[in-house]
């Protein structure tokens, strides 16, 4: 996957809040790396930049860590979209979103959009196990790490429910103050992937990366003029396809 | 493994600041330019010269010479020093109360304005925001007080321009333009103190850690953060960096680009600020200070002063490629830019995008090799140079210096592992594939050429024709030992007719047609041959090898003078008559030929009609006398002969008559040859009555007419009609032939002449068709005439009319008005009209024009006496 340039600035921000162990560095890795690994406890932050289509879009991975937590009213800061990650097999995990990280937002964008992730649907779907064709691509010569479920592992109890995810949804959109009907559907928003597949994960990012575009043209023309630009319309259809590859 | 970005250069020795004295410690340290200001804690300002200086081994060294040292006299420690150069001041912090002492001398200087006393802390504005070079901006904090002061110092006084309320008491600060960052006793925060606006940044127990808030850039600070993380956030609050890993003991940090260096109870970490990576470690123990002032990261334990001296930035890159990090060396690189002249900075990071390219190369990482070689613009010989054998022996190339990878070739990078040679070769052979099609291979299109033949030839790769087709450099010396080593012959041969050596490649070719060279590239390579034959130029050439195309067949030997591409240059051209002779053995090839030059360039030379006449007939008669030959091969035979016998105005018709006047079999000839002599007579005898054959009899007389005028149609039709109605002739009339003659061409007889001849006692109805067709024509003719005459006629009356138009109005005519030219009156409305208008009598108008010629002479006659 080509990185954007070394030294580009981001155009847009989208950060990952959840907590410790949901997968949130997984998440990002096979985004950007394609793959699947081993990680360390991320330490205080990382962020990668990817470019789409001509825009510089950065991705922060947080850390979960209690320690940290002092961190993420900064992260979000000028956040045009959170990604909200929990774990499928740990009820809990849903539980801190609400609990802890929900108010690390309050700096974000007022326009910042929500998405719910609940990962490693791999432990608890059989649907999860393949990654999902149509995001997957063919850039990727070497094996997998070998995802199918070993005959005799049984699926672990799903702890969240899609429904759960739905309501924690309409919750944020509460304490944002933000009416239902005029922000973004829960279909659209609420995702449950595994990075370990690849489930998902690319439909996720992408996704939201179209949705926050309106965003980044809103900063660009306030950055560039303040004359209001009736020409430049907002809603700005992109396909996927017309993006980088 | 890590990367060596500085080295420790000790500066001020210990016995330098304290001499015999063992309890005094440093305790802050200013430098600028070359002037170092120490601070102890008993009260001295100490004031070096540093000197840099290179050691023989060519490395940084520093030689610190002491100036001047002056007590305060305050007995309290030195806490803080600043210089403010331009006015030659320094600023100190000594028993919490700033001071300021001359530069120079090191003496207090007196100053008006406000008293700063229980100060526990200030900075500088390093961005400063007033544009007076003689002022200096300055924010300071006091004890107990939630505020921050904002002073200007100038040469004889500090004025305050502001102070700021802060929701706690601030433990330490930094300042670019407007914009204050604060450690707060529980948190960090941005204040802007002309917009008054604030933006906490993250919490931190100031009382716990001791905070660290470094401006590192415009509008750019470094915070101690949890957990021993070094924070990045800009004057919006916003972190644009990922932060670094300390560890929790941190006491300072320094930035000097790409690097952010720390200090703690043991260590000097250095870490980039490009990927937040931990580059280099070193042991320090005792570590007290670690400021940078100016690019120079100076470090102090409480006894001796060191200088961090970043390696040369080339240094650090060629280290991270010579541990395979790729990635980093070009991060490095690409922010080195700012700090290296252009020209240099180019030739810089292409030197390391080829050895990035290489790393990766000798790790099968073909893609991102190919994409650092394209961006590095390598030369493209350093890669096949690795490949041994490719490069031509005739090339003058020789490996950069330094080289730019430590491979010495193919063999040493794969250790003899067959599938990583093929690999090799294969990204090879795309690599140089999209070098040939781009234009990098500008001046090296001889290397590249033959380096990629070789490597298609070995391979087997299809492409080898493709090359060798199209326009190529291959070279001739080094390519065709390589094309015969891998029995390439076809190929070969494609290589020697590029390069003007027609005859060997014809060989080559020869040879693998008769199998004494195997190659199989391509089985039709007898056709191909003598295709190329029947384009080659050089003639002698193909005189030289047409005997062996037509001795392995004719057929498709005679081509290569059939399909001779017809050229206006007289070079390279065959005389036909040369061909003929030649051909004289080879008969089947012969006729080939020449049905080639009548039949399809349609020559008129009746010399090729004539022989190509001679042979059909040969053929034919051939044929005749051969019993076991079929009707279906005869009447073959013989639809060649008539063909060109009727086509053909040419041919010798008495030669030819004479040859087939034996043949009862040969009428139908006969009678077109005949024909040609115009002997229509005998002609239509021998259809009739020999052959009886009435269509072709039909036909003939079509045929015979065919370019002629109607009346020479109609006179053959009527000859035929006469020879069927001769009651002479053996068997009588041949009533129905004619019959049928008469309906079927009612349009090529004189009705009226036909009708005259017939015999009296035939029916009507049977010649009802003919009759009916000749009625319709004559009606028709009738007819057409009346509509020519009557459009005659209008066009002539809309020619009047438009001639009276032309004339203009009327024309009054009356019986009083005499005509002009006899001057009598109009008795009648009939009139003719002069030029002008003027009414005359038509009679008198028809008079005059019969004098008109003799008047005119005599007109011309006159003027010429006036
Ligand atoms: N089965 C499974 N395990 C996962 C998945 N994503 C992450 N993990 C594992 O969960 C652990 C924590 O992942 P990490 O990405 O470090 O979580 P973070 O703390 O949120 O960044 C690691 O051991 C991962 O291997 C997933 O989709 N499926
Ligand atoms: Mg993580």
Known sequence: ?245 | MSVKAFELVPAVEREQVMGEKVRINIECIECCGQHLFLGTNDCFIHHFILEEHMTAKGKLAYKAQKLLHKYLGLKKPVAELKAASALERLIVLCDSTITVVDMVTLELVPFGGIKLKGVTAFCINENPVTGDAFCVEMAVVLARRRAVQICTVHEDRVDMLKEVTTPEQPCALSLDGYNICLALSTQYMILNYSTGASQDLFPYDCEERKPIVKRIGREEFLLAGPGGLGMFANAEGISQRAPVSWSESVIAAAVCFPYVVALDESFVTVHSMLDQQLKQTLSFRDGHLLQDFEGKVVLASSKAVYILVPLPLERQIQDLLASHRVEEALTLTEAAQRNIPKEKYQILHKRILQQAGFIQFGQLQFLEAKEHFRKGQLDVRELISLYPLLLPASSSFTRCHPPLHEFADLNHLTQGDQEKVQRFKCFLISYLHEVRSSDSANGFREDVDTALLKLYAETGHESLLDLLASDNACLLADSAPWLEKHHKYYALGLLYHYNGQDSAALQMWVKIVNGDLQDSTRPDLFEYVVDFLSFCSNLDLVWRHADWALQKDQKIGVQIFTKRPISEEKMGQLNPNDVIAYLEKHSQALLLYLEHLVLEKKLQKEKYHTHLAVLYTDKVLGLISRPSANEEQLSAARQKLQRLLKESNLCRVQLLLGKIQDSELLLLERATLHGKLEEHDKALHILVHQLKDSPAAEEYCSWASASQDRSYRQKLFHQLLSVYLDPDLPGGAQTIAAVDLLNRHAEDFDAVHVLKLLPEEWSLPLLRPFLCGALRASVHARCTSQVAVGLARAQNLQLQHDRLKYRGGPILVSEKKGCQLCHNTFSEPDCACLPGGTPVHIHCVAKKALDLPKRQHENAHRSNHT
């Open chain 1, 1 to 245: 996957m080509p990185q954007a340039s070394r030294t580009k600035k981001p155009d847009v921000k989208v950060v990952i809040l959840g907590d410790m162990n949901v997968g949130k560095t997984s998440l990002l890795h096979r985004y950007t790396e394609r793959k699947f690994k081993d990680t360390i406890s991320t330490v205080g932050g990382a962020f990668f930049l990817k470019q789409w289509g001509p825009y510089n879009i950065s991705i922060w991975d947080t850390a979960g860590r209690e320690q940290f937590h002092g961190l993420g009213s900064m992260y979000c800061r000028g956040a045009a979209a959170v990604i909200l990650t929990y774990d499928v097999t740990n009820w809990q995990s849903l539980a801190e979103l609400e609990n802890r990280f929900l108010s690390l937002t309050d700096t974000a964008n007022t326009d910042c959009i929500f998405a719910i992730v609940g990962n490693k649907a791999d432990l608890t779907d059989t649907l999860a196990h393949g990654p999902d064709t149509e995001s997957e691509r063919g850039d990727e010569a070497q094996p997998e790490v070998p995802c199918p479920t070993p005959p005799g592992t049984p699926l672990q109890h799903k702890q969240v429910s899609r429904e759960d995810a739905v309501a924690l949804y309409a919750r944020v959109l509460r304490y944002k103050g933000l009416e239902e009907k005029a922000c973004l559907p829960a279909e659209t928003v609420c995702f449950e992937t595994s990075a370990k597949t690849g489930y998902n994960v690319d439909v996720l990012f992408e996704t939201l990366f179209d949705l926050v575009l309106p965003s980044i043209l809103k900063k660009r023309s306030e950055g560039e003029s303040s004359t209001v630009d009736l020409e430049t319309p907002m809603e700005v259809k992109r396909t996927k396809a017309g993006c980088c590859a």
